[in-house]
């Protein structure tokens, strides 16, 4: 599925056919600020009883006890951003998780956990319908900027997926709407979500 710039969405329309069509359960793997209409579709599904999880990264990667790596202040307020995106979805109960690193040889122990970027764009329907390429969910990607997705339709391929993405997802630390931390930050989401892309761009 190849989509040119400002001349069509079909990269977005593809993504959208798979979450629509979603019986019991998506994953998706995106660290971007998700496309209002991902996102509905999303939150749609889980209003069918789909089962959803988002495995995300962060923006600026953090270490230990959120110590920026770098990256300075646009990439603290995209991580935001995307956070503000997925707010609705951890609201109706999606399982919403941070990708995470731990314990790998030769790293300096004082890291700690480490959350980095993730930089795929991956969606996975029922174990068996696959959507990966340079297409994000986000809104430059769906209408501005010309992408690629392959879309498989396999069902021993999906497993093989699914089960792989489903170990990440273990591994994963969880976004816990009671978490005190999450609920400092409501505000910020709340205002950033109303105000990308139609003021902030």
Known sequence: VVHRGLEDAYTLEAYLSIIEDARTRLIVVNSFPLQREVLHAL???VDRGVRVSVLVGHVRPVYGD???????????????????????????????REFI???????????????????????????SR???????????????????????????VGRDLDTRLEQWLA??????????????????RAWLGRVWPSVLS
Request: charged share 20%; glycine share 8%.
């Open 43 to 45: 939150l749609r599904a």
């Open 66 to 96: 959120d110590i920026a790596f770098g990256g300075g202040a646009y990439r603290a307020l995209v991580d935001a951003l995307v956070r503000a995106r997925l707010a609705a979805l951890v609201d109706v109960g999606a399982d919403v």
């Open 101 to 127: 690193v731990q314990n790998v040889a030769g790293w300096d122990a004082s890291l700690g956990t480490v959350r980095p970027y993730v930089h795929a764009k991956l969606l996975c329907a029922d174990a």
């Open 130 to 156: 696959i959507a990966i390429g340079s297409a994000n969910l986000d809104v430059t990607a769906g209408y501005w900027e010309s992408e690629a997705l392959v879309v498989v339709t396999d069902a021993d």
């Open 171 to 188: 591994s994963a630390l969880p976004i816990d709407p009671r978490d005190p931390k999450w609920q400092s930050g409501a505000d910020v």
